[in-house]
Each structure stands twice: as C-alpha cells, then as structure tokens.
C-alpha cells in the first residue's frame, strides 16, 4: 500500500509543480540546450534537496529513479521547495556537465588533480562518520566526494566563506568555471 500512497502523492504534487526546470533556464542559459527533466517529489524528512539521475540510471531500490523522469535522459528530483535555481545548474554540472561538456571536462579534470587526497579521505571519514557513507572510498570520491567539492565554491554550496579551503589554483579553476557558466 505505500508504493501506491507514494505514487498518488507523486502524481498529485507534479500537477503543482514550481517550475525549477524554467526558473533554472532563464537564471543559466547555460541549461536552456540541455535535455534534462525535474519532478517535485517533496518528502519533509529527506536531509538532501535533490537527487541526480544520469541518462541510465534506474536508481536503487531503495531509491528508484521516478517514473516521470524518463530513461535515456538527465533526471533531478527535488525533494524541497526552497531549491534554487543555481543548485539545479551545480547538481546538472557536477553529475553530468563535467562529462558531456568539454570545457567544463577539462576545468573538472584540473581541479580534481589539484585535490589534496590526504583531504579527501578525511572528508570521507566525515562523511562515514557523519552521515553514514557505506561505499568504498573510490566510489564514494567519484560520486559525491569531488562533486561535492566542487560545487561547494562553484555553486555557493559551502556559505560566504567557502574560498578559506581552497587553494590559489583551485580558485582560480573554479572562477573560470563560474565565467563560463554565467555565474555572477
């Protein structure tokens, strides 16, 4: 019966959907040439405030890809209403721009070889600690650990002091990247 409940309740908020997909386009016209689709899934006690689906990926289990966001296609949900414009754009670049898009492959790329790896397995031990992280570091660091990282600056994820934990050089990368995506 709570797959049922889940769908109806699925169904019944995407007809009162704000629209982050537009909102994101108009604020980025970086996205406006993106195939990427947004469902509003609002779930009160979920810790995160969306969950980025690649093209083939069908999700988990215990997290399935909803069936709005159709297969062979960028897919976000957005679990909160207060997301902003700016955090559909960082989750788009981190999970997927940095992959398909060559400039920003090459920024990526950069920055990740500037990380110190010292930091990022400490960053994982918080995150084991914290938020109980279960996956192998190297899963972990490809996921979420260096695209977290980087948005963190990029994308104003980290607050107004975000700049006090990068270095010269990865400010320097992460700036161009904000250039060129048109982030002020």
């Known amino acids: 019966m ?26 980025f016209p970086y996205l406006k040439d993106k195939e990427l689709d947004i469902v509003y899934t609002p779930k009160p006690k979920e810790t995160r405030f969306l969950e980025f689906y690649p093209p083939d990926e069908p999700g988990s289990p215990e997290m399935p890809r909803p069936k709005s966001l159709p297969m062979g296609r ?29 400039e920003l492959k090459k920024y990526y790329g950069q920055f990740r070889e500037s990380l110190d790896p010292k930091m990022m397995q400490e960053r994982y031990k918080y995150h084991r600690e914290n938020f109980g992280e279960t996956r192998p570091f190297e899963e972990w ?41 048109g982030i002020k």
Do not use: C, W
């Open 2 to 27: 709570q797959i049922e409940d889940d769908e109806v309740m699925e169904a019944m908020t995407e007809e009162r959907t704000p629209d982050f997909l537009s909102e994101a386009q108009t604020a």
């Open 141 to 181: 660091s490809e996921s979420s650990g260096v695209p977290e990282i980087f948005r963190g600056y990029t994308f104003n994820q980290f607050g107004d002091n975000a700049a006090e934990l990068y270095t010269p050089q990865q400010l320097m990368i992460l700036d161009q990247v904000r250039k060129y995506l």
């Open 74 to 102: 960028v897919g976000i949900e957005v679990f909160r209403p207060n997301v902003k414009p700016i955090d559909i754009l960082g989750d788009y670049v981190s999970h997927y721009g940095v992959q398909a898009d060559p």
